[in-house]
Each structure stands twice: as C-alpha cells, then as structure tokens.
C-alpha cells in the first residue's frame, strides 16, 4: 500500500527553483534516503512534508489524506531534527511529554507511554536529565522518542547524524534502522553522506538541482548509476567520453582521445557518450593480457585498507584504480609502468 | 599596571556610590536641613514622609502608574520584537525605528508632542493619559531586551513544537516565552524603573489630581529643605535592594550560565 504520494511538486522562491517535478510513492514501514549534496532541495522536501514549506505546485498525500496545506501541528508527522531541537528549559521526560500533553492524552496513558519509548532508546534513568547534561548521542535518542511517542504516521530525518562523531555515527545508523523497524514507522532520511544513505535505507532518492535524478535499491544506485551526476555522487571517478563504434565483427567505445575499450555485446546504444568504471573493479593486469590498456603510475595514495592509483593512459586518458591490501600483492609507486582491464560487464553506460 | 586598574575601578565605584551614602546618611539626620555627615541620628523624616498624606498618595499613584503602564509595555514589547525578529514584515527597519523614537527625542519635545495630542481627544489630565504616554515612553526598552533574548532564541525549536502537535499559543507560552523571560523581564524591570522615575512627560500632562512621587518631590524641593527628600529617597533605594537585585540575580545573570 502507498504510504506517502509526493505529487509533480515544485517550489520555487521568486525567480529560484528549490524544488521541481518531484514525484514520490513510499510504501508503508519503507525507509527511504533523499540523497543530494547541499542546495540539492532535499531538506525544502521534507520541510514540505513536515509543513513548514508550503509547495508552489503539486499536492501531498500520506494515506488517503491530503496534507499539502495542513499546518504543522495538525499533520501527525515526527521530525528529527539536525540539532536535536530538544527543548532546553525542560528534562528528558518533560521534552517527551510535551507532544503528549499538546494531543491532550490523559494522564495515565502519558505515564505508561512515556515510561516504554524511554526503555525503547535505552534512557529510562536519564528522566530528570536536562538536555544538555547529555551526550551527543543520547539527546539524539531523546529527540527520537520525542516522536515516536506520538506514535507519527511518518518520521522524517533532517541529517540527524552530522553533529556526531564518525564512531557514534555508525553505530546510530544501525540503531535508527532497529527503532524504525521494530516501530514499524515509515521513514524518510536526508543525508549528503552517500555511505549513510546506502547502508541505512530501503531505497535512495539521489536529488539533483531540486528534480529526482534517480530513484532505486542502494544496489541499483551502486551498480547502474543512471547520469554521470549520480555516478559521481556516490563515488565513481573514472569516466570516459566517446561514442561506440563497429569494428570487425564486434563493437567498441571508442574514446575521444583514440583509446577503445571493448563493451559487452547485448549493450544497444550508449547515448550519452559517456561511460564510467568504479575503481575497485580496475585491476593490473600483465602487459600480454587481451584488451588490456597500458599505462604509467603517477600517483599512489593510502586509504586504509586499501591503496589509490593514479593511472596515465598511453592515449593520455587518466584512470583511477583502487587495490585492497593483501598479502603478498605488493605496493605499487609512482613511474611504474603498468596495464589495466576490467570485466566488459563492469563498464556503466550512463545517459543524459 | 593590574594596581592602577584597580584603583581606576576602586574610584569608579565610589564615584557612583557617593551620593547614594550621602542621600542616605542625611535621611537619618536630626538637623532641620540635609547635613553630612549626620550629627544625631532620628527617624523623624520617615515618619513624616508617611504621615504626609500627598506624599502617599502620590506614591500610590506612581506605584499604580508604573505596574500598569509597564504591563501593558511589556506584553507590546514581546509581540512586537517578535514581529521584529521572527517575521518578515514589510517596512521592518522603519517599524523598527518608529518603536523606538521615544527613546531618541528629547522628553521635553515628546512631551509637548502629546499634549497637542492628546488635547485633542481628551486626554490629558487623565489616568488613562498617562498610562497611555508612559506606556510610549518605556515600550522601547521591552522591545530592545526581547529582540536581543530573540536573537540568541534557535527558531527550530518553535518548529519542533509545532511539529510535535503545539499551536500557536502552546509553542509561544510553553517554549518561547519561557527561554526569552530573562530579556522580557530585564525589559519590564528597566520599563517600570523609567516609568517611576519619569518627571518631564508627566509635569505637563497631570493635572492637580494626578500628582505622581515625581512631581511632589519636585515640587517639595522648591519650598522645602528638610531631610524627608531622603527618607523617601532611602525607602525607595531599600525597595530596590529587596526586590530589584534579587530579581536581577535570578533572571538577568542566567545568561552566564548557560543553557539552562
């Protein structure tokens, strides 16, 4: 069943464009991520479902009511917001009571359900707290049961996890997605964090310029980006442009710069005249390999537990090449001469 | 160099002391006339000062005036820096300018400004007139300290208000009035110490009826040197003592605490 229906929105401030011909279906207990780097309309989007924005065009469903000019506190959405917003005059228990009180629930069920969202994010002796005599990480989980206790129909995110650091960062997206699923809520994530989005929700909403650029499983997104906007969000480096081209009794894209790579058969046309190759599925390959493509190392970075290249082409194309650290794979430096390939099933064929 | 600051503070201070000690002492002079240092010491001016009838009287009204005119200052005050700060209002600068032009003009002009005014419909020589002109008067310094309690006020937590079922008046009196309420009441304390102390606007617009504690002071010192000026002055400075500090302590010093 659909949850929540984004219909053809647009917002626009004077003459700018935040957000255009938005259209969304989540379904009920999904978690969605928008994805996009900052002015991408991701945060307009969910102010708009939250009520705070009101769209130019279009309309906002969430089951089968309408909601597009509901205000704020008549539409039964919880939001998190990027600071937390927890009210700073009142304790924990106080912050959690105060949606309660304002939906005028009897004293007794405030009691009850307040006492069961504090067990739920593991706060129950932090009541008396104020919120800044909390960690990061626990006024996360306040704001959290602050809408959850309201039992909302959706819960929106607003980058709830830039202000922590990268350690507590992680082991929040694990427990944001047990909440949400034990809750059984549906969500929806803003982040520019590429990596959250992918490991946190059920689909992605990768946003460019205020219009969707693609909408799929975090697998989708990684393996079949559609647009070099979208490759490149989520951390692909290598693209070549040029067009295909018969030769023989095969076909090959041929590059502007004269390099030829050749492509899988079955792929029909490649009308952007671009494609892509992730790093990680570059590999060195010896110089007698077929279809390799030889070059020169101008650069070698670490990364952890794996290494970088920078790979100059002999047709003067650069290549970036990412290689886990195994034993006996030894380092690779600067000036040495090597030839790449990839797997004809690994090149990405992007379109405009 | 640290010991020559000291010493400039040191002089500051009794600079601004002086004639506070001075009023006091004399209060509790037995001379006919203010003399310091006191040669004996009497509590003969305080018990006149309340056993002048105008004298209490004119307290009373003062007292009277100044609580309505500065909760009626204050409550303005809020809703309109908040209009100020929170909204786009079209001619912000000079609504903003216009609200605090009391404090610019001269007093004399001000007043001479509402009597004309106020002729006109009636008002003068009336209670209701000089609610109205020093309610004027101290409007500003309510609007200045709440737009600066606003200023420090993050927006989102009104959204998450709203966004966790609140309206309008739920949002304003149980999150934003009470985290501004040391700008707010540091506005009415300083709103209701000029409406107290207000002498110009007053003395043109009272009539015989409406004497206000400025006003017969001032007219007390015109015919009379004995010391019930400072007994007056001493009761007031008292009050000051017991409910001001207090007060500025409580609320006007939280923001060097903190959040909280």
């Known amino acids: ?352 | 160099m640290k010991v020559a600051l000291r010493l400039v503070n040191v002089a500051i201070l009794c600079y601004l002391i002086a004639p506070i000690v001075v009023v006091v002492a004399t209060a509790f002079g037995s001379r006919a006339y203010p003399v310091f240092p006191p040669h004996e010491l009497t509590l003969v001016w305080f018990l006149k000062f309340w056993a002048t009838p105008e004298l209490r009287e004119a307290l009373r009204l003062s007292a009277t005036l100044s609580a309505t005119s500065t909760a009626l200052a204050t409550i303005i005050g809020t809703f309109s820096a908040l209009a100020l700060v929170r909204y786009r209002v079209r001619g912000k600068a000079v609504f903003s300018v216009v609200l605090l032009s009391p404090i610019l003009f001269p007093a004399i002009v001000l007043a001479l400004a509402l009597l004309v005014a106020f002729q006109r419909v009636g008002l003068t020589q009336t209670f209701r007139g000089l609610v109205a002109a020093h309610t004027l008067l101290i409007t500003p310094f309510v609007v200045r300290l709440a737009m600066a309690s606003l200023a420090e006020f993050d927006p989102s937590l009104e959204e998450a208000a709203q966004n966790l079922g609140a309206g309008w008046w739920r949002t304003f009196s149980r999150i934003t009035l009470p985290l501004i309420l040391p700008g707010v009441l540091a506005g009415a304390l300083f709103a209701f110490i000029m409406s107290f102390d207000e002498l110009v606007v007053t003395l043109l617009l009272a009539g015989p009826e409406l004497q206000t504690l400025p006003i017969r002071i001032f007219n007390y010192v015109q015919y009379s040197s004995d010391s019930t000026i400072s007994a007056i002055s001493t009761c007031l400075i008292a009050v000051w003592l017991i409910i001001g500090i207090p007060v500025y302590a409580r609320f006007l010093s939280v923001r060097h605490s903190g959040r909280g």
Request: some cysteine; proline content about 4%; aromatic content about 6%.
């Open chain 1, 1 to 352: 069943m659909t949850y929540l229906t984004l219909r053809n929105i647009r917002k626009t401030y004077g003459a700018t464009v935040a957000v255009e011909d938005f259209d969304l279906s989540v379904e009920a207990g999904e978690f969605v991520a928008l994805l996009g780097p900052s002015g991408c309309g991701k945060t307009t989007t969910l102010r708009m479902i939250a009520g705070f924005v009101t769209p130019t065009a279009g309309e906002i469903w969430i089951r089968d009511t309408e909601v597009t000019r509901l205000p704020p506190h008549r539409r039964n959405v919880g939001l998190v917001f990027q600071n937390y917003a927890l009210f700073p005059h009142m304790t924990v228990q106080a912050n959690i009571e105060f949606g309660l009180h304002a939906h005028r629930v009897s004293a007794a069920v405030i009691a009850e359900r307040v006492r069961s969202v504090l067990e739920l994010v593991g706060l129950s002796s932090y009541a008396d707290r104020r919120p800044h005599e909390l960690s990061g990480g626990q006024q996360q989980r306040v704001a959290l049961a602050r809408v959850l206790v309201l039992k909302p129909d959706l819960l929106l995110f607003d980058e709830p996890l830039s202000n922590l650091d990268a350690k507590l960062r992680v082991q929040m997206r694990q427990e944001i997605r047990r909440l949400q699923r034990e809750v059984g809520v549906t969500a929806l994530f803003v982040t520019h964090d590429q990596e959250e989005a992918m490991t946190m929700a059920d689909r992605i909403v990768v946003l460019e310029r205020g219009r969707i650029a693609q909408v799929g499983t975090p697998a989708e997104i990684y393996d079949r980006p559609r647009t070099q906007f979208v490759a490149d969000f989520i951390g692909i480096s290598n693209f070549f442009r040029g067009a295909i081209v018969p030769q023989n009794d095969r076909r090959v894209f041929r590059c502007s710069s004269g390099l030829e790579i050749d492509i899988a058969s079955e792929i029909a046309d490649c009308d952007a005249g671009i494609i892509a190759v992730r790093p990680e599925k570059i590999e060195f390959v010896s110089a007698e390999t077929s279809n390799s493509l030889p070059g020169i190392i101008l650069q070698a970075t670490q990364l952890g537990s794996t290494m970088e290249y920078l790979v100059e082409l002999r047709s003067g194309d650069r290549a970036i090449v990412q290689e886990q650290k195994r034993p006996r794979v030894s380092i690779r430096r600067g000036g040495e001469h090597v030839s790449i390939a990839w797997q004809a099933a690994d090149t990405i064929f992007l379109q405009s």
